[in-house]
Structure formats: structure tokens, C-alpha cells
């Protein structure tokens, strides 16, 4: 088993690289699956959910090589009509993706339930609905999510909650539906105008990504195309976060700033410094920073994925900060971690109050999801003294070789290989 071992209380300094977009990449390369002829994606970012997607279009018969570390050709002219495996499938909510995919291709689609980070409740019955709503049947059994249509038809779908994950397989299942569908109160994510654009960009017909109003025209035929992937803004808000947790003065490059907007402003709100270029933000950390309140909601409101990440940064803030997760049941099973570095946090429910300490101290402590994991190590990189982070394959999921990006940006961060509890390779 891997851990990552901090040794805290070093600024980051420096600039650093931000790859693409994990919530986009994981939605194109199913959509690949529609194109018919190859397709070559760029600023693909190398962690593990794209490495199983990739395994997933192998197993259907997709030609997949890689053409150098963030550049991908699939040729997915000649796959089968699969099931998507279940040690696939579960390692990832966004195996779902293949439902509204295959559909479109072969008017039927069998996928295990999906997988993914544990945070509460996560249905699918959004996704059933839109399926439905287009003239599909489903079936679940043994593990097994099942759809087909004789013929899918356009229609008006409303969804009953801004979900990213039902709006993306709404439109994979009616890019070629008889007519027009209509999605309302659809996410406005930027992967999903990034996910619109690539069909667009193979022969779709869509407009108003990015609003909550979506229109889907189906069409007969899809070409290939060459794509490009948004850059991620998750990642580039964890590194601003640790920036800011570490006081330290960092660039983050080859970003969209308009997608980092609500990040951008919090941290300037409980202090810290921000210089924003045309594809880049500088951040620089204060010496204490103000208490805030937060609460998560949809695009363009503060991303859910980033509430851990500033949980972290806001154990140090002066004064009691109020957080309010509104998009998930339970996103706070890092909190008895960052208890265990000293850490004043009570959550009640969907509330977490935070009382700012002076200092972090280093523990061993272990990741329960992604950006659970991505807020153990900004918390770390801050506390004083040695932590210890074990589970460190959540954070390998959604994380482009996040120890090697941050030893350039000089923490002190190393992988290590433990068997048994003994330190065995690297
Ligand atoms: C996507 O998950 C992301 N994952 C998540 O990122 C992100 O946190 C989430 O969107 C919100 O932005 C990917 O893109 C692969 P939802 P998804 O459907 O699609 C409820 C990360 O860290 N809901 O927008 O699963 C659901 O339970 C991951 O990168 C239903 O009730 O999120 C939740 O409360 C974690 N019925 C809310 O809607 C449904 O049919 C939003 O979920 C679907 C969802």
C-alpha cells in the first residue's frame, strides 16, 4: 500500500501546470463511443478513473493508444455491444456515462451500478427518467442497470434536481433521438459545455450548454474530430487552497479563470491575494485570514468539490466559519481526520462549524475519498510536523501526479511503498 508522508510548514512557492478536466474527460471518452470514425483527445489528464474508461472502451474492442502523456486516439468504430464489467464499473460514478452512450449506439446499454466517492445517498432515478422520458425501458438486477429502446424520441425533460450526472447522460441518449429534447433545469458545469462542445464537434446538434436550458436536435451521423479537454478548475482551486494554507505565493497555469470564479472570490474575501491573467491566477497567502461562511451549490455557486479543500484552509482562519454542504447527504468524513491534526470542526448534518486554531500538528491519518484526500494533504502541508496519509488511492483517482506538482512547488512530500506496515519500495 502506498501513503504519502508530509513533512509541513514549508510556503509553496512557484507555478505550476494544471491538467485537464477529470469531470470532463471521464464524460468524453464514453462519447467517443458515438463517433464514427477515430478520434484523437488532447490535455487528457493521466490519473485512474481515465485509466479504467480506457480499459472499459478496450474491453468493448476500441482501439485505444496513447500518443504521448496527455494525448489519447480511440478508434471505437468496431466495439461490441458490452456490459460494462463491475470491477469497472464500481470504481467510479461516472462508468454511468456508458448507459447514455451505448444507448445511442445500439438502442440498448447494460452497466453495473456505478461506483465512486461515498458521499450519502447517490441515485440514479434522474438518469431512469430522462431514459424513460426518450422511450427507453430499464431493469435492475443483480448489480446490473439495464435500458433499451425499440426507437428513441426527442422530448421535454425537466429535471426534478440540477444534477451534473443525469444532464451529461440526457444528452449522450438524445444526440440521436427522433426530433428535438428539450432539458430544463439542467448543470451548467463547465464539463458540461465542455462535454456539448466535443459532440458538437463530432456532428451533434446543441445548443444552450451552460444554461439551464438545453436543446438536443438528433442527427444520423458522427464524424471524428481532434479535442482538446478544458483544464481542470478543481485541481487548480486545490493548489490556490494550498497556497493560500501554506502562505506561500503560487501560479497556476493554463487555466480558464471565468471556471475558478467562485474560489477566486473566497479566498480574497478571508484574505489572500490574487493576480489573474488571461490563463493563469497567482495566489498569495496572508499571514491570517478572516473567518467566512460557504455553502455548496451548482455552477457558478461555490463547487462541492472544493468544500473539504477549504475546510482545511478555514481550520486556520480567526473566528467560528460556518460551512454548508447543499449538494451531498455526508461530504464530511474527512472531519475526524483533520480532528486528529488538531482541528476544531462540529458538523451537524449537512453543517460544519469551524473554530480556527492557531496551528495544525502532523498525524497519521486516512483518505475516504477524492477531495477528503486532496484536504488531508493541504492540511498537512500546513500543520507542523510529520503526517502520514494512508487510502492514497482516492486521491490518485482525480490527480495528475499531485506529490511530483507539489515537491516542484518545494514541499516536502514523498510517496511511499509499505507491505504489512514495513516500508518495502520507493
Ligand atoms: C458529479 O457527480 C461529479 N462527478 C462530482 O465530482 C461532483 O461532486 C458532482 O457532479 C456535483 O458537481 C463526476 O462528474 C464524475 P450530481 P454526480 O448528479 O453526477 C442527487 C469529484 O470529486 N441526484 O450532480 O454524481 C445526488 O445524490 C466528484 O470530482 C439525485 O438525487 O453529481 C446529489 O445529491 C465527487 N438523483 C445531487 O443530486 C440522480 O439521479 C447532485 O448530484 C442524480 C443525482
Not at 479504467?52 to 476500441?62: C, K, N, T, V, W
Not at 463491475?86 to 447514455?100: D, I, K, N, T, V
Not at 455548496?296 to 454548508?324: C, E, N, R, V
Not at 455526508?330 to 472531519?335: I, K, L, M, Q, S
Request: a neutral charge; hydrophobic letters at 45%; charged letters at 25%.
Amino acid at each position: 500500500m502506498d501513503k504519502l508522508i508530509i513533512n509541513g510548514g514549508k510556503k509553496l512557492q512557484g507555478s505550476v501546470q494544471i491538467s485537464g478536466a477529470k469531470n470532463a474527460a471521464v464524460a468524453v471518452i464514453p462519447a467517443v463511443i458515438l463517433a464514427e470514425a477515430p478520434c484523437v483527445l488532447e490535455n487528457v489528464p493521466s490519473i485512474s478513473d481515465v485509466t479504467i474508461d480506457l480499459q472499459i472502451l478496450r474491453e468493448m474492442g476500441a482501439d485505444v493508444r496513447v500518443l504521448d502523456k496527455s494525448t489519447i486516439r480511440i478508434d471505437a468504430t468496431h466495439i461490441r455491444d458490452a456490459v460494462v464489467p463491475y470491477e469497472m464499473a464500481r470504481c467510479m460514478r461516472a462508468s454511468y456515462y456508458f448507459l447514455g452512450t451505448l444507448l445511442t449506439k445500439f438502442n440498448h446499454a447494460k452497466v453495473y451500478m456505478p461506483g465512486g466517492c461515498d458521499l450519502g445517498d447517490r441515485p440514479i432515478d434522474q438518469h431512469l427518467k430522462c431514459f424513460k422520458a426518450l422511450g427507453a425501458d430499464h431493469s435492475i438486477g443483480r448489480g446490473i442497470v439495464e435500458i433499451s429502446a425499440g426507437k428513441l424520441i426527442g422530448t421535454q425533460i425537466y429535471f426534478d434536481k440540477v444534477t451534473v450526472g443525469a444532464t451529461i447522460n440526457a444528452m449522450l441518449a438524445s444526440v440521436k433521438a427522433d426530433g428535438l429534447t428539450i432539458l430544463e433545469n439542467a448543470a451548467k458545469e463547465p464539463h458540461i459545455v465542455d462535454l456539448a462542445n466535443f459532440l458538437n464537434s463530432i456532428g451533434a446538434d446543441i445548443m444552450g450548454a451552460g444554461t439551464d436550458v438545453i436543446k438536443i436536435r438528433g442527427v444520423k451521423r458522427f464524424t471524428g474530430a481532434n479535442y482538446a479537454i478544458i483544464p481542470d478548475q478543481i485541481e487548480a482551486g486545490t493548489y490556490m487552497v494550498a497556497a493560500a494554507a501554506t502562505k506561500g505565493d503560487v501560479t497556476v497555469n493554463g487555466i480558464i479563470p471565468k471556471h475558478l470564479e467562485p474560489i477566486t472570490a473566497k479566498l480574497r474575501k478571508i484574505g489572500a491575494k490574487l493576480e489573474e491573467r488571461d490563463e493563469s491566477i497567482r495566489v498569495m497567502g496572508a499571514d491570517t485570514y478572516e473567518r467566512t461562511n460557504l455553502k455548496t451549490m451548482p455552477h457558478p455557486g461555490f463547487p462541492t468539490d472544493m468544500q473539504p479543500q477549504f475546510a482545511a484552509l478555514l481550520t486556520l482562519a480567526k473566528g467560528t466559519s460556518i460551512l454548508t454542504e447543499g449538494i451531498f447527504d455526508n461530504r464530511f468524513r474527512y472531519v475526524d481526520e483533520l480532528r486528529r491534526m488538531g482541528a476544531d470542526i462540529s458538523v451537524d448534518g449537512k453543517v460544519a462549524v469551524i473554530e480556527g486554531v492557531e496551528r495544525l500538528t502532523g498525524a497519521p491519518v486516512k483518505v475516504a475519498d477524492l477531495r477528503a484526500g486532496a484536504a488531508l494533504i493541504i492540511a498537512g502541508l500546513s500543520a507542523d510536523g510529520v503526517t502520514e496519509i494512508e487510502d492514497i488511492q482516492h486521491i490518485e483517482r482525480g490527480y495528475e501526479g499531485m506529490d511530483v506538482k507539489l515537491r516542484s512547488l518545494g514541499a516536502d512530500i514523498v510517496k511511499r511503498r509499505f507491505t504489512d506496515g514495513v516500508r518495502t519500495a520507493m
